[in-house]
């Protein structure tokens, strides 16, 4: 009966995520590091048969290409652009903070230079879903950091679409001269896709406005499989060719498209999320325990500047820059998909970022809800430090 | 004059928040699936809301509606009790009016009640001072002056039960 056993052990496993979910719900923090913990735990006491383990490969390659295209649904690409040239600054001050502590910690690990690229990505991606879960859930939105909150998110979103094709390819490997026409190939259909998504957006939207939210859902998720397995084909990431659609569906379309996605997007990240923790050898875990640890500390202190000094030039006062840098530590969908795609590179790489991502996590929500009893610690330290 | 300033919010929405004269910041943020959330600032804490509030569409013009989107209304009821005997009122014109379709002229309406049409509104457009010559429409609503109890004849006149 492999259809019984299949349709048991995945109703199983979606269970016990929604059960996790709704405890996440309980203590007000995101599910995502408990989904981590589900498929770690299920990878280590269960044994899934190889139907189910199919499916759940199949469907984790689902949710980091629905993940991608309804993070390109969010923006329109007016907003990116508005957003590049107001936020450079804190943008790029972002990008050499937390990018550098993730490619130097790769290299003193003994990675290859390519996996500490991608340990790079890890620590410098904060988690969008994250950061917007608790300006959401606590009632932040109205803040005067959040814009600065929002723009570091976007501009980190925008350089992953630049960051993803470029390591795809290489990940492809060969000689040298491989290398450089898989670089540039990818870099061209990127390039392309990206002008024309933002150009001609709006005959995409067109065509695929459907009247019905049925013909609506399927054009879309089509049209993203579509583009993601030509994407696949032209070795530029699969999610990032979802990405691509995302950003070039726009107004009324994309409103529509993000409502009929979302429960689809929830159900194949989770799956993602547990596909992660699955392929966790439990064994590794302590050998990396102190360098993420160690990672933790370092990263969350640069990202907290990062939000801190975005904040301060927008004219905020101590506690919002704290909330603005607290905001911005937690690491998560992203983090873990770059880390998915080196898997084979470095042995230690999943599992470093598996536990990185779960310290960052829960780190930041639980530093971001005592703003009122730390900022004026930071008040006094600052006072101290130019009276002194 | 409020100065009211405007913020992008990418992924959520656009704020538009004022520092409010009793020392509070105050803002709405028109969230793109319609939601609105209206907040205010905290005394120790500027930059942050102490209070956020989320409407739904409907909810949000109701409270508009109570803060003062009905400002024309409070006004007009304001000037009827500031000139002691005079009335205004807003009269349809329904489909079975013996003057839909005719020229305003032929209701005779001020010698009949002694009130005057000021305006017509149409298709939620005010034609102020129509002449005689103006053809009543079924639908038109018209912007009626005079003592209470002409307006009162005038709305009979015109919906035909006179």
Redesign the interface.
Known sequence: MPLAQLFLELGAVVLALAFVGRAAGRLGITPIPLYLLAGIGLGAFMHLGDAPEEFIHIGAEIGAVLLLFALGLEYTSQELRDNLQANRQVGVLDLGLNFTPGLLAGFLLGFPPLAAVLLGGVTYLSSSGIASKILGDLGRLGNRETPVILAVCVLEDVAMAAYLPVVAALLIGGTLAAIGVNLLVALAAFAVAFFLALRYGYVLSGLVNAQSNEALLLSVFGLVLVVAGAADLLKVSAAIGAFLVGIALSGEVADRARHLIEPLRDLFAAVFFVFFGLQLNLGSVPGVLLPALLLTVITSATKFFTGWWGAAQAGVQTRGRYRAGTTLIPRGEFSILIAGLGLGLAPTLGPLAAVYVLLTAILGPVLARFDAQLAPLFDRRLREMRAG | MVKLEE??????GV?Y?FDGRFGK?V?V?TH??GRR?I?V?RRD?????A??IVLSDEEAEAVADLLGGSTITRHVSKLTQDIEGLAMDWVNVPGTSPYAGHPLGDTMMRTRTGASIVAVMRDGQAIPAPGPEFPLLAGDTVVVVGTPGGVVRAAKLLSGED
């Open positions: 913020t992008p919010l990418p992924g959520v704020r928040d910041r803002g943020i793109r699936d959330e907040f600032s804490d500027p930059d942050a809301c209070q956020s």
